[in-house]
Each structure stands twice: as structure tokens, then as C-alpha cells.
DNA sequence: CTGAAAGCGCTTACAG
DNA sequence: CTGAAAGCGCTTACAG
């Protein structure tokens, strides 16, 4: 500590944290003090200074998998929007595990983050009731808990799957199977299979649940196979609406490996679009989701319940929007594809 | 605290450190303590622990963007492996800027982060020796320094070049174009550019140095657009390697809107292999990176030095391999590529 | 077998 | 205008 100069602790301390002024500490030994600081490199630990103030200056985010381009690019920029306030974040990911999850939030508040930002794989209210009556600041992101106020911002997610599966309608496909994710209470998942299921019966198309399938999220690969196959084969389905990301790469490799064309043998929707739907043969028509906007918006909502713990929770739903590309064969509406999808 | 047992802290901190019967405390009083702090669900601040023991069970990752699909791949891989040792990880994305970077190291050792894994973007020795002078234990990923013994687990960037460029020689091309990142002073871009300049002379090939492109970080889309134009229509390049997935993908984009085919107009290899370039059309051949691997033995390495702060540093280089697809029309071999190739 | 005390490096209420 | 002291929540050397 900086006594090379004469003064106390106290003094550098005052300086360092811009009450210099506000204490009354002349000018000359404040420069001196900044400068010898300046000099020897000299940064607090924020170790101390955590625990002293009982803030970290730290978030949290849990994720799925962080390697999901989707969860990435969302780290992405809540990364440099917490930047922008001072806040470092510490990331890990619950593999859709809510024990592994639950173990994550304790490991997160014993390291004393502010707050934390989850894309949770909760499905019942409690353990985020236990986050409330905890106090510890969080914002959900991707995925809102039904019948509990929070922080959080999702996407319009009925829409989205609504709209997907409409255009689906409108280019005369009519067996359109959904295919979804386990553990599939996530709310996402349910507004999405809300939004399908809407469209298909306001298209005068019933639903039929044998064309709904879920797929694991630990075992994607053998379970895809296996679900394309026999809804292809042996249920004659048209186009297939997958409802995240990973699910439409899996059913690409399975598309591929059984040699079918698309969307002259089967048609596909994604929601959740990713670069590589742009480059696929053919590209891949898909439900945008503003990723950027959602770190952002998180962590703005987070900063402020940290400041403000008591104000009323906050919830954002942003718009998606439907890349058409040419999967569904919009761009073509030729007689044979028509002629072929028609029932 | 939990001297509702009627016992001192020392104690209770003793049992849940297990140095309770290395010390020698009753196994009744153990078992009485280790209850009720199951019951309270306590957990001890990690701030103060580490604070008093100086370490926080934390390492700081810093790479270029986390966003980018390769990043996240290692970073997963690195969250993962370091979560079985009791240890967190805190992320940073650098942009290939060094005084961005300088700045996220000060943070994370503020926050005493017992030891860093880099990516990083320096070019000089300086930074990385300050490294070594404070004694933080560090490791270099994907990208090495010259001239300074670290630890660090890097990828044979030559091999892979060497291999790419031969392999777009033996299908006959030979103006082969190269595309690289600024800043180029960053090892692997250099070795990878080794690589390609040795396979083309022991091809038989002149080096030309206008057929080396430069393109940087922060304004990828608009110069691509601008060198690839160049090369193929005024250089009549008839092949493009590209010194990153990044560039790849942006270097796609450019080619679809230049309406040109590939192989048949531009054959393209990349280094670097992501999920895209196999969907793509035609699937594009790569040089594949051990990813997982590479953010496994990181930590590994990090995790030794850690306790080990005298041992000498250990190197690793990681071995690559080539994806053949077909962007370089090595399945089709069809006279008319070979023959509008040959030169 | 168990506990009182010191100290990790800070910040801040209090006193002068 | 400046400083001594307490305290954040732990761990550990020391004493009994």
C-alpha cells in the first residue's frame, strides 16, 4: 500500500474511489496520490473491496450450452454491455439439467455474482420462487416461468411458430409434423407447439399429436434418425418445423443421409435462424430472433433491479421475424410441388 | 454462523474443509456440524475464502470474440474440464485488440483469478513476459509467441496449410489466392501462410505476393467484397484459401452474390472447420481443428502450473485434419474443371 | 479434542 | 484536511 507517500490508507482509498473532493482532501495530495498509484500500477484488490461492499461487480449466466451459436452470441453482448457499466460475467452451462443448474446458482452466489442472468431449465416455479425470496437480482432471458413476476426477456415465440407454420399452410403443405426438444415444459417450446397447433386449426388442417415429436437433448443424433424416418416414411409427411436451432442441423444430417431433396421430398422450417440456414442447400427459411437485443436488454433490466431491487419486475417480449428462403420451396410454386404437397 | 451448535468457527470451517479428522475433532461433532450446515444449506463465502487464501478458484479466459463458433467451442470445452476441478471461468472478448486485452488481464487479476488462458492478440513479447514476471499462471491457446517459452496448446498450422494449398495443386489449380485476418502478425496466421507459400514452390508454383490478401477484423464484409472481386475477375484466381472460418463464411456471402459457381467458377478449402461448411452447397472442404481438445489439455496445463508454479512450461501442438468436400471438385474431377484449371 | 486471535486487503463511520 | 479503528467472512498457526 502506497504509505510510500506519507499518508494513510484511508486517504488512498478516498482518493482511488473519486471522493477525494467530496472529503475535502486538498488537491495537491490527491494528484500526488493518482499519481504514485498511476506509477506503481497500483489496482485494488477487488477481492477486498468485494467483500467489504458486498458487491461483486460480477454477473452470472447460465445457459444451456454456451457453445450453442444461439446462447454464444447472447453471451456475446451481454458481455459488452456489462462491460460498458464494469461488470464481468462468469458463464456456465446447465446442459438442460436443473440440478446441475440448481448447483450452478449456488456455486455463482457463494462466488457473490450481483446477479444473474439464466436461460433456466426450470420448469417448476419454486426454484425460481427461491431466487426471489433470496433477493438475489436475475433476469430470465429465452425462457419466462408461467404464473411468476420476474425480470425477463423472451421473444414473441407464439408468433414466430405461428407464422412459420402458417406459411408452411399457405404453400399447401398439410401434413406438417413439429418437431420439439425434451424436456419440453420449457415455455418456448409450449408457445411455439401453441403457435403450430393455432395455425394448423385456423388453417382448417387438424392437429394430429402423432406428427408431434420430442427429441432429447443429450441423444439428438440417434433419436433424429430414427423420428425423420418414420415420420417420412412411413407417415407421409410434407414438411417438418423444427423448433430450435440444433434440431434443424441434426435434421439436415438426417435429411441428407437419407437422400431426400428439399423441399421436393420434405419441406422444413426452423425456428431460430443461424448463419448456416443462409448457406444450406437449399437455404433454409427460418424464425430470426434478435439475439443482441435480448443480452441487452437483460442485462439493462439486471443492472437496474440491482440498484433498485424493490421496483416492479419487468417483462420485455421482443418481435421475430421469418427469413423465407427456399426450403419450403416458397420461391418456386411450381405445379409439380404443388400438385405433390396437396391433400 | 453456525454456532447454534455451541461450537467456534474454527471448527466448523475445520469439518468442512475435511481437516476434520486430520486435526482430530470427534466424529460425533463432525457429523453434528456437517447436518446442520446441510440443513442451513450454508456455504462459505467464497470471497472471504479467497481472500484469505488467495486463491479463487477462478480463471479468466480471454479471446477474440466469443461469438465466434470456434471460441465457443473451446470455450465450452474449457468450462466443462475446469467445473470438475472446482473451478469457474470468467470471459472476455479481446477483438484482436491488445489494449483491450492488457485491460481485461488487469480486471481479471484484480479479481485474482488464479490463472488465465489467452487467445491472444499480442504481437510482442513484452506483454507476455510481463505475464511471467508477475508470476500468474497462464496459458496460450491457438495462438503461440515467438521467442518465449510459455505454456501453450496450439494446432500444426503449417501441416494444415501445406496440406490444403497441395491438395487444391493436385486437382491442378494454380492461382490460388490467400486470404488472411489483420492483424497477420498473429502466429498461426503467419505459419499457416508458410505453409501454403512451401506447398506452392514444392509444387512447382511461384509465390505471387498480389495474390495475398489481407482483410481486417472489424470491417470483414466490405473489403471482402472489395479483394474477392479483384482477385477473381482482374487476377483470374482460380482457388481461395481462407485463413479462418470467419472468412470463409464472409467470403460465401460475396461468391452467392457474385452469382459464381463453386468449384467450377472459384474452388475454396478453409482453414478451420464449423457445422456450416458441411450443410453449404457444395459442402465446403476445411482443415478441422481438435477443438474439444484443445480446451481440455488448456486447462489441464493451467490447472498444473497453478500448483506448480516452477515447473518448465510445456508446448503442445495439436494435430489437424482435412475434410475433403467439394468445393474444390475433388469428387468430381470431371475433364472440363480439370482442363479450365490447368493453366 | 476445541477455541481465541490474527490477518487476507479493502472501505467507511467516527473522531480530531 | 487527515488518520485510527472496526469489520466484511473466512482460515490457520498457536495455545491449551
Redesign the pocket.
Known sequence: ?ADQL?????????V??G?GTE????????KRVMHLAKKLN?????????????SSKTIGLIVADISNIFFAQIARSIEDEAGKFGYSVMFMSSEEDAERERNMIQLLQDRCVDGLILATAFNERKDIQKLKEDEIPFVLIDRSIAGIKTNSVVVDNYKGAYDATKHLLNLNFRRIALIKITPDYLAPIQQRTNGYKDALRDGGVPVRNNLIREISFDNVKAEMQEQLKNLILEHSVQALFFLNNSLTVSGLEVINKLHLRIPQDIALVSFDDIDLFRFAYPPITAISQPLDDIGRKAVKLLLDDIKNPKKTKTQITLPVEMIVRRSCGAFLKRPDVLGKTGE
Not at 506519507?6 to 478516498?14: I, N, Y
Not at 497500483?42 to 458486498?54: D, E, I, K, T, W
Open positions: 500500500m506519507g499518508v494513510s490508507k484511508t486517504l488512498v482509498s478516498l482511488l474511489n471522493k472529503r475535502g482532501i486538498s488537491l495537491k495530495t490527491q497500483y489496482n485494488p484488490n477487488q477481492m477486498a473491496r468485494s467483500l467489504r461492499l458486498g
